[in-house]
């Protein structure tokens, strides 16, 4: 396969395309269900605020290999996912993808998450001339229930208020959960506050 010839062509949904990321994702670090159509649109383009004109996929003699989906807003280019097929690892196909992602992004910052067992992509993206900035946890378990004290209460909180509370942390907020991502959906948010004071928050889609 030395040599093969593959270009970047622009995103669109087929199911080429969509086989080729669920392939590409079938042997991820953490498992990825099969997505159908409806569910690849809802998850990977609705959730994430995926833009088309970000985003594109690699060819090779009319079979899709790579995938890139990414976003975007005024300051940030946010690369969602990139998969390329088992069989064109190593071959130049990623490359091609984040290069072409890189001009789409017109200077912007470019962010994306790694998981941390996901040595092969890290180095990947270090070789591209990214750096670790931070970590984001990721937690999975059931909540029991907390008594609270009577000097902290719970209410809602607008956007505006999840605006101001997200510029007062300082550390990484995953980008679904970003302003420009969560305006596009159902989302819930909550306020911790001790004697009226903001102490914490939380956003969710239920």
Known sequence: MRGIYMEIK??????????????????YVVPLPYMNR?????????????????????????QVVGVLLASENENIFMVNALCVIPEFRGKGAAKLLMNDAVKKSK???IVLEVIRENYRAINFYKNMGFEITGNIAYINGRIEHIRKSKDISIRDLSINEIFECQNL????????????????QD??????????EIAGF?????
């Open 38 to 62: 409806g569910v690849f649109i809802n998850r990977m383009i609705i959730s994430n605020c995926t833009k088309y004109s970000c985003s594109s996929i690699c060819i090779h003699d009319g």
């Open 169 to 184: 942390i300082d550390i990484p907020v995953n980008w679904q959960n970003r302003i420009q991502c969560i305006m596009t």
């Open 10 to 27: 622009q995103f669109e949904i087929n199911d080429k395309v969509i086989d080729a990321f669920n392939y590409g994702f079938s042997d």
């Open 202 to 206: 939380i956003i969710y889609t239920d």
């Open 107 to 109: 200077r912007k910052k």
């Open 187 to 196: 989302f819930i948010g909550k306020g911790c506050f001790i004697n009226d």
